[in-house]
């Protein structure tokens, strides 16, 4: 079940992107990740972090990853510069899907999939498995892809989960 959703950009957004995130630089993965999760998260739960033993997953799913940042390595590289640590982390999915968790205190599972089919059914598919078996209570999916450019793209974060009364 639908908990609750969020997108980027929304109405309103403008044409500016999204704040950016400490320890994260050059392009807009990882402020698209975080932007679109806060909304669906504080849309679901107001200000975080949940409380502990809230058993909240990540599932973040992107075809092509942070392709602006392994761009800029790639031609970093190439032109024999020289790397900044930072884009070794950031490189990888799974540091804003922890920056998010460790940000909400989510404690479930963090998974990244790169999907080969439909984006949104392969990450269901994958919070279905975390619910089902018992991984998780809920499980934040987060389906980006940037733009061809690198410059801008979109997002959309999805709760699942089961209703529970409060």
Do not use: Y
């Not at 997108?7 to 309103?12: A, I, K, Q, S, Y």
């Not at 975080?34 to 972090?49: F, I, K």
Request: hydrophobic residues 45%; negative net charge.
């Amino acid at each position: 079940m639908v908990l609750a959703e969020a997108r980027w950009p929304e109405e309103g957004d403008g044409g500016a992107g999204p704040a950016g995130v400490p320890g994260f630089v050059h392009s807009p993965f990882a402020p698209l990740v975080a932007a679109v999760a806060e909304r669906c998260l504080a849309r679901r739960h107001g200000n975080g972090p949940l409380p502990a033993g809230n058993r909240t997953a990540v599932v973040l799913v992107s075809a092509s990853g942070d392709s602006a940042s392994s761009a800029h390595v790639r031609a970093t590289v190439a032109a024999g510069g020289r790397v900044g640590p930072l884009f070794f982390f950031q490189s990888v999915p799974n540091s804003v899907a922890g920056h998010v968790a460790a940000r909400w205190g989510l404690d479930g599972p963090v998974v990244c999939l790169s999907p080969t089919g439909d984006p949104r059914a392969e990450g269901e598919a994958e919070a279905d498995l975390l619910l089902h078996d018992g991984d998780a209570a809920q499980a934040l999916l987060i389906l980006i892809e940037l733009a061809p450019d690198g410059t801008s793209g979109e997002a959309t974060a999805v709760l699942l989960g089961e209703e529970t009364r409060q």
